[in-house]
Every structure is written in C-alpha cells, then in structure tokens.
C-alpha cells in the first residue's frame, strides 16, 4: 500500500491511503537519509509505501520515496542535528502577530530565509488583528508593504473574530500546506476557524510570560473539505538555520537576490565594497533597513 504520512509520534507514524484510510505503521529496520542527521528519519508529507500485517492490521513503512522538497531546522538543544519540519510541500505559512506573543521581524526573516532556501513558496498570516490598536495596524501594515515589495503574501486574519479566514482557506485548496510559527500564535486557532468541526485544542496565553504553552505537541496533516491538506505543528521558539553558506544568504532575500549581478564585485558580501548595488538599494528603498539588519544578523549566526 502506498501512502503520505500524517502523524508521526516517535514511535507509531499515522498513513494515509490514498482512499483516505490510516494506518498505524512502524518504520522499518533503520533509514537514513543521506547526508542528513535528522532526529525524523520520516517527516509529515513523506510518501511512503506499507506492508500491511494481516495479524494485527498494523502496518511496516519499507520505502520512504524522494521528496520534491522539505523543510529543515536545528533543533534547539542538539546543535547539528537537524529537525525536519515536514516534507513535499505545496507551501508554507507563518502565522505570526503583532499582539501577544508578538513576532519579531528577526524571526519572520530567519523562517522567509529557510523556506525559500529550500524552494518552497512562503507567505505571512499576521493573526489576532482584533487586538490591534491603531499603532500596531500601522506597523503591520509598514511591515506587509516591506515583505509584499520583497515576494512575500501577507494577510491579516482573526481566527478569533473570523475576519479573513474564508480567503485563507481558498490558498489552502487542493494544496499541501505548513502552518509555523511561535506558540500561541494561533496556528491551531486558525485550523478550527477554517474547520470548525475539527475541534482541535487550542491554548491559553500564559498571564505571567505572555506566551503560548505548547498546545500542540506533535505535527500532524489534516484533510480540509476543501481537498487542501494543512499541516499544524508545534510552536517553535527559535528558527535554527542549517545547511546554508554565507554566499547563499543573499539569495534568500528575494529583494537582494535581484540585486546581486550588479554588484561590483562577484564575491560582494553586501557589507563594505565599494559598487555594491545591495547597498545602493538601501538608499534607493529597493532593500529595507530592517530586512538588511536581519541579512548582517543571519550572517553573524554563521561560524
Ligand atoms: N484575540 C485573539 N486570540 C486568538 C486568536 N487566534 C488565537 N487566539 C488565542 O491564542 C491562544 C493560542 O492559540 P493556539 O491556536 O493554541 O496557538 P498555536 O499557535 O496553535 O500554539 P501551539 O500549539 O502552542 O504552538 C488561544 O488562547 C487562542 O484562543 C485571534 O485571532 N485573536
Ligand atoms: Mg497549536
Ligand atoms: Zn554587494
């Protein structure tokens, strides 16, 4: 039997059947990925083929096929292994806010930079809209018009309120998408307001730290009527960046990356040569300030 997989526990990982039948399965004797330490030898999105056992109906994954793409980071304490996120996406969202717990710029880039080193489309949900006030509407918009200038779709939701959620739901269609983001973003929050009868649990945001409480604890692909697949997963604190060199950063940056061939120099880093056009760009706004700052920041991070 052939499948995706929708849920994976550590030690039971759920199938899905093209018919739409799950199967508990376990992995087969030891896979490794080539060149990849990963504490996942099998991501969310793998398609994978199954030997049923007819005693008990459980089933053994014995071939985990190539993936179109995926999507990796660092887990935190273990400093080069690597956590893949999940596997042949169609697209990946992060749900961010400007409320509680609130997304820096910092990490909204260092997620930009991952997914769209690995190939994958990616745009930003700015959730909680019914907690802004005029200032944080302000900034959001400030902040939508940096990252729809650079290649990103943004949108402002209320998963609360429901504002925006039909128009979600319809980038969703017929796709297999990622939800990330920061606990207590509201990931889950915007799943039931797409579907409402999936009645997942959503958390409270701590009084004390203003930040989520790790609802969900397992990353998991749900099938929406709509024929979209969305993968929920745990909030994360940290977006780890790995497998990047430092000449790859740029390209990362879509507002940057169209600049490159002007640069003087071919090996420019975009810091102090003289004919950078990266440089330029921030005088004439083609580069934002804070998307620089988080370029120099990205590139401090590496060894
Ligand atoms: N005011 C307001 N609260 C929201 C909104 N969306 C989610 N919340 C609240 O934010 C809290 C966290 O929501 P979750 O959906 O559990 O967040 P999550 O991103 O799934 O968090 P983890 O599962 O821990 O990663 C809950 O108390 C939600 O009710 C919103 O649009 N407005
Ligand atoms: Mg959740
Ligand atoms: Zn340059």
């Known amino acids: 039997m052939k499948g995706v997989v ?22 087969k004797g030891q896979f490794r990925i080539r ?10 999105g793998d398609r994978v083929e199954v030997e049923l056992q007819p005693k008990d109906g459980t089933g053994l994954i014995k071939k985990i096929f190539e993936r179109d793409n995926y999507i990796v980071r660092k887990s935190i304490n273990l400093s080069r292994v690597t956590q893949i996120l999940a596997a042949n996406l ?6 961010a806010t400007l409320a509680r717990p609130r997304t820096s710029t910092g990490f909204i880039d260092r997620f930009l930079v991952t997914a769209t080193g690995y190939y ?35 949108h402002s939701v209320s998963a609360l309120r429901g504002d925006g959620v039909d128009r979600i739901s319809d980038l969703l269609k017929g796709k297999t998408s990622l939800f990330s983001g920061h606990s207590g973003a ?4 915007l799943i039931n307001a797409i579907q409402p009868d999936f009645n997942l649990r959503v958390g409270k945001i701590s009084e004390v730290h203003l930040k989520g409480r790790h ?8 099938e929406l009527t709509n024929g979209g697949f969305i993968i929920d997963t745990p909030g994360i604190k940290e977006f780890g960046l790995i497998d990047f060199e430092q000449h790859e950063i740029p390209r990362c940056f879509p507002e940057m990356d169209r600049l490159l061939p002007f640069c003087k120099y071919k090996n420019c880093t975009h810091i102090h040569e003289p004919g950078c056009a990266v440089k330029d760009g921030l005088l004439t706004g083609k580069v934002s300030r804070m998307r620089y700052n988080s370029y120099l920041s990205i590139l401090n991070d590496k060894p």
């Open 35 to 44: 060149g990849l330490r990963s504490t996942n030898p099998v991501a969310i």
């Open 6 to 27: 929708t849920k994976s526990t550590g030690s039971w990982i759920t199938v899905r059947a093209e018919d739409g039948t799950r199967t508990e399965c376990r992995l």
């Open 215 to 222: 609802t969900t604890t397992f990353a998991e692909m749900f």
């Open 186 to 189: 509201g990931k889950t929050a």
């Open 90 to 95: 169609d697209h990946a969202f992060l749900i």
């Open 120 to 154: 994958i489309p990616a745009s930003l949900i700015f959730n909680k809209i019914d907690l802004y006030d005029e200032t944080l509407t302000a900034y959001e918009q400030e902040l939508k018009e940096i990252y729809e200038a650079a290649g990103y779709p943004c």
